[in-house]
């Protein structure tokens, strides 16, 4: 039976949350597009009308089209040229989903998001709807097909594997605005000892290039090396520009709740930079240069009102 109008809504009215959930799962924006997708042709497929709760078969099928995903993504990600990190959202992406709590913004966190590749499939399925969308044990029970207590059980290990004993703090827009206008500051000076007291002793640089943009294979450990590695990326010269079409504009922003460098050449994202900042310092610098995961920043990009750029490097 062909779906009504009145079906249509009743789907629609649930693909903002149920593409929130998927980007959680898969750490990627389109393949939650295509996973959402799915679901629609699976709900077009059968008798909605004996369907008691929408909202509950849609999330399961959801779900078990990510966990299959998932299975055969790691599979994929054992081939992949370099380091994998996840695909950035920028602020205002409407895929965020919800950030009203501290556990909400915490599982949307680039270090989050990039730590839940750690957990099994079903791990991380616990995780994201208890953690992220306040699903009780029950609920997700029955969307995993699993015990309560089981579930209850798989969500202590999730948190466990991904807790890493360094303290996230949250900033607002104006706060992390200001952190990135330091560490650029910083990192365009010449000098390396500013940016090592921005930093914590144990601080990492990770960047994906996926094989299409030049980065690192190994992370840089240690804020020195971490220093010194910035210091340079951000010194100007004519290879650079070459590499990355132009001379990119540079403007403070977040992504996925975080502070956030992002770098544009002629409105094409060709760079997005996540800070994970703690009370110690900045303990992390996330690079995402795969192209092929910033379409979506560089569409959203074209959207916003995104000022004035704080310079223009290379």
Not at 156 to 182: C, F, Y
Not at 257 to 275: T, W
Request: charge should be negative.
């Amino acid at each position: 039976m062909p779906l009504t109008a009145h079906d249509v809504d009743r789907f629609e009215a649930s693909r903002s949350r149920l593409e929130a959930i998927a980007y959680r799962l898969l750490g990627s924006a389109g393949e939650a597009e295509d996973a959402v997708q799915e679901t629609f042709l699976r709900w077009q497929a059968v008798d909605v009308d004996r369907i008691e709760v929408p909202e509950a078969w849609l999330t399961k099928v959801l779900t078990n089209l990510c966990l299959n995903q998932l299975t055969s993504a790691r599979a994929r990600r054992e081939t992949y040229v370099g380091q994998w990190l996840p695909e950035p959202l920028l602020a205002g992406d409407p895929m965020l989903g919800p950030a009203e709590t501290a556990e909400q913004r915490e599982s949307l966190s680039y270090a989050v998001l990039t730590l839940l590749e750690r957990l099994s499939p079903n791990e991380r399925a616990v995780y994201v709807l208890r953690e992220a969308f306040d699903y009780s044990h029950r609920e997700i029970a029955e969307i995993l097909d699993v015990t309560e207590a089981a579930s209850q059980q798989t969500f202590h290990r999730a948190k466990k594997h991904v807790a890493d004993g360094k303290v996230r703090t949250e900033v607002d827009e104006a706060a992390a605005r200001r952190i990135v206008e330091e560490f650029l500051a910083a990192a365009t000076s010449g000098r390396t000892e500013p940016l090592v007291r921005l930093l914590t002793e144990d601080a990492v640089s990770i960047g994906d290039g996926g094989g299409k943009v030049p980065a690192r294979a190994k992370a840089f450990e240690g804020a020195v090396a971490v220093a010194k590695f910035l210091r340079g990326l951000f010194k100007p010269g004519k290879a650079k520009r070459a590499l990355v079409g132009g001379a990119p504009k540079v403007y403070a922003w977040t992504a996925n709740g975080d502070p956030a460098v992002v770098a544009v050449v002629e409105g094409r994202v060709v760079g997005v930079m996540c800070l994970e900042v703690t009370a110690e310092g900045i303990a992390a610098f996330r690079h995402q240069v795969n192209p092929d995961k910033l379409e979506r920043a560089t569409a959203h990009w074209a959207a916003v009102d995104h000022g004035e750029p704080l310079f223009d490097a290379f």
